[in-house]
């Protein structure tokens, strides 16, 4: 057993701070340790399964920027414990300082701004090193270090943005990825249709196996056959799917009886993805086969029987169509899930299982659903959304990027009554406005990401049964959000 122990102080930031439960160590490869949290007084103590240097990862208090996931450097083990302030704002310094380096190498411009304020935090960093004596003085200059060093990666960040979206616009060759919105299951109105076809570039369309074949050999494909109708006369690119979606409750009800029976299973899987495919088959040219494979909730699937249901999903759907690309999805994408201990794959590993296998991966589709509990992701800057990106891009494969974040914090009745947003979700409390600040600063990031060939919004309306609370981008009464609008922005920004 592994014990790495935090210090911090003053100790009542401990009294209104539950993300700390929610931290986890990596080891040097990314992998996230089977993590557990306790609280002593101002110590946080983590216990994990080895003894190996690794980076501690916690949502911390920022002023001015929320409570975003900020990372240590690599810690080795020691009886006495680390000042938290300090290890994270060396932490991030040190990340900034990488990146920049990187993209200088790249000839990337680095602002006089980033500069300034990373050689701040650096001065504040120096000064907390050498008043370790004092620590209560040492973590409020480690916090007020922490602060320029986050202002410091929002000016590179913004500059690496506008740097390529500018090489975006010199090269028709190598536009910004298209931006695409879930379309409702259910007939929308004609003000909902044109204010979705006078955004989009790209529909999601949810042919989902529970809604088509509620009833064993029953299938309903009216509003699939209706929206497939309406993307094709917008000239919108559609992607048919989630196919078999692996989370909680995503199987039809009918198949339980199957599921000791993995066998059985896979036959009846792999006759559902051959028989939507074919129906399709010369107008959907893009499918996401199977959705949630790495975290599941489905029925008493093992790890290994999701694996083997999205090698075998794919294989079908290559089998019924060898024009198709083919598109796996995966939600929390930085592995924060793994902490529980009940997952042996990383997101990762899961999608680089699939690879090796050779069944025509096309894609993965990374889900980001910020701010929401208990299948969502805490609240990360643009340098982390940006390294996220180069760390998958490396798989060598299309990423698409599926993105929810809350415009309230109130009860949503037509929401997954399972899921709760988890404020404070970022820098401000939730609001229509906060939202659509939120997708003005990470979605044109996003866009711009060599690697990143479609960006996503979960759902189009609040007005239709949906997953994620208050993530529409229109309201419960058929009115737009602001949110709307700051994605209208961005396709105008994003092409010119």
Same mark, same amino acid.
């Given at each position: 057993?592994?014990?790495?122990?935090?210090?911090?102080?003053? %100790?009542?930031?401990? *009294?209104?701070?539950?993300?700390?439960?929610?931290?986890?160590?990596?080891?040097?490869?990314?992998?996230?340790?089977?993590?557990?949290?306790?609280?002593?007084?101002?110590?946080?103590?983590?216990?994990?399964? !080895?003894?190996?240097s690794?980076?501690l990862?916690?949502?911390?208090?920022?002023? =001015? $920027?929320? #409570?975003p996931?900020?990372?240590?450097?690599?810690?080795?083990? @020691?009886?006495?414990p680390?000042?938290?302030p300090?290890? /994270? %704002?060396?932490?991030?310094?040190?990340? /900034?300082?990488?990146?920049?380096?990187?993209?200088e190498?790249?000839?990337?411009?680095?602002?006089?701004?980033f500069?300034?304020?990373?050689?701040?935090?650096?001065?504040?960093?120096?000064?907390? &090193?050498?008043?370790?004596?004092?620590?209560?003085?040492?973590?409020?200059?480690?916090?007020?270090?922490?602060?320029?060093?986050?202002?410091?990666?929002?000016?590179?960040?913004?500059? $690496?943005?506008?740097?390529?979206?500018?090489?975006?616009?010199?090269?028709?060759?190598?536009?910004?990825?298209?931006?695409?919105c879930?379309?409702?299951?259910?007939?929308?109105?004609?003000?909902?249709?044109?204010?979705?076809?006078?955004?989009?570039?790209?529909?999601?369309i949810?042919? +989902?196996?529970?809604?088509?074949?509620?009833?064993?050999?029953?299938?309903?494909?009216?509003?699939?056959?209706?929206?497939?109708?309406?993307?094709?006369?917008? #000239?919108?690119?559609?992607?048919?799917?989630?196919?078999?979606?692996?989370?909680?409750g995503?199987?039809?009800?009918?198949?339980?009886?199957?599921?000791?029976?993995?066998?059985?299973?896979?036959?009846?899987?792999?006759d559902?993805?051959?028989?939507?495919v074919?129906? $399709?088959?010369? @107008?959907?040219?893009?499918? +996401?086969?199977?959705?949630?494979?790495?975290?599941?909730?489905?029925?008493?699937?093992?790890?290994? !029987?999701? /694996?083997?249901?999205?090698?075998?999903?794919?294989?079908t759907?290559?089998r019924?169509?060898?024009?198709?690309?083919?598109?796996?999805?995966?939600?929390?994408?930085?592995?924060?899930? =793994?902490? #529980?201990?009940?997952?042996?794959?990383?997101?990762?590993?899961?999608?680089?299982?699939?690879?090796?296998?050779? &069944?025509?991966?096309?894609?993965?589709?990374?889900?980001?659903?910020?701010?929401?509990?208990?299948?969502?992701? &805490?609240? @990360?800057?643009?340098?982390?959304?940006?390294?996220?990106?180069? $760390?998958?891009?490396?798989?060598?494969?299309?990423?698409?990027?599926?993105? %929810?974040?809350?415009?309230?914090?109130?009860?949503?009745?037509?929401? *997954?009554?399972? &899921?709760?947003?988890?404020?404070?979700?970022?820098?401000?409390?939730?609001? +229509?406005?906060?939202?659509?600040?939120?997708i003005e600063t990470?979605?044109p990031?996003?866009?711009?990401?060599?690697?990143?060939?479609?960006?996503?919004?979960?759902?189009?309306?609040?007005?239709?049964?949906?997953?994620?609370?208050?993530?529409?981008?229109?309201?419960?009464?058929?009115?737009?959000?602001?949110?709307?609008?700051?994605?209208?922005?961005?396709v105008?920004?994003?092409?010119?």
């Amino acid at each position: 057993m592994g014990v790495m122990r935090f210090q911090i102080l003053p %100790a009542e930031t401990l *009294n209104d701070w539950p993300e700390v439960h929610r931290a986890y160590i990596t080891g040097f490869d990314r992998h996230v340790f089977p993590t557990q949290i306790e609280v002593e007084g101002n110590l946080i103590i983590c216990q994990r399964p !080895h003894s190996d240097s690794g980076k501690l990862h916690v949502a911390f208090p920022v002023e =001015q $920027y929320g #409570r975003p996931v900020l990372n240590t450097t690599s810690l080795r083990e @020691r009886d006495e414990p680390y000042l938290l302030p300090l290890e /994270l %704002a060396r932490g991030k310094i040190a990340e /900034l300082r990488d990146q920049s380096s990187a993209w200088e190498i790249i000839h990337m411009e680095i602002p006089a701004s980033f500069r300034q304020a990373e050689h701040q935090a650096f001065q504040l960093l120096a000064r907390a &090193l050498s008043l370790q004596d004092d620590q209560e003085q040492c973590c409020r200059l480690a916090c007020q270090a922490l602060t320029a060093a986050c202002h410091a990666s929002d000016l590179l960040m913004k500059s $690496y943005t506008d740097q390529r979206m500018a090489v975006c616009h010199r090269a028709p060759s190598n536009p910004p990825a298209p931006l695409g919105c879930a379309l409702p299951w259910g007939e929308m109105n004609d003000n909902a249709q044109q204010m979705f076809c006078s955004t989009f570039q790209a529909a999601a369309i949810p042919i +989902e196996w529970k809604r088509v074949e509620p009833v064993e050999g029953r299938y309903d494909w009216e509003v699939i056959d209706q929206l497939v109708d309406c993307c094709t006369d917008h #000239r919108q690119l559609p992607r048919g799917g989630p196919l078999i979606d692996l989370g909680a409750g995503g199987l039809p009800n009918w198949l339980q009886q199957w599921e000791h029976d993995i066998l059985n299973m896979q036959s009846f899987v792999c006759d559902w993805v051959e028989t939507a495919v074919s129906r $399709y088959q010369g @107008r959907i040219r893009l499918w +996401e086969v199977s959705a949630y494979g790495n975290t599941g909730g489905a029925l008493a699937l093992s790890e290994e !029987h999701r /694996l083997g249901l999205v090698a075998r999903t794919l294989e079908t759907a290559s089998r019924n169509d060898d024009d198709a690309q083919l598109f796996i999805r995966v939600d929390q994408p930085w592995g924060d899930y =793994q902490a #529980r201990g009940q997952h042996r794959l990383s997101p990762f590993q899961f999608v680089d299982a699939v690879i090796r296998s050779n &069944l025509g991966l096309a894609g993965v589709n990374l889900e980001i659903n910020v701010g929401y509990f208990p299948q969502g992701t &805490l609240s @990360r800057d643009m340098l982390s959304f940006s390294r996220l990106i180069d $760390y998958w891009s490396t798989l060598g494969i299309q990423l698409h990027v599926t993105l %929810a974040f809350p415009s309230s914090s109130t009860d949503d009745p037509l929401a *997954n009554r399972d &899921l709760e947003v988890a404020t404070p979700v970022w820098r401000k409390p939730c609001s +229509e406005d906060v939202q659509a600040e939120w997708i003005e600063t990470y979605v044109p990031l996003l866009m711009a990401k060599p690697a990143v060939t479609g960006v996503y919004w979960t759902h189009l309306s609040d007005v239709f049964p949906h997953r994620f609370p208050h993530a529409g981008l229109v309201r419960p009464d058929g009115t737009p959000k602001p949110a709307y609008e700051a994605l209208r922005k961005q396709v105008n920004f994003g092409h010119g």
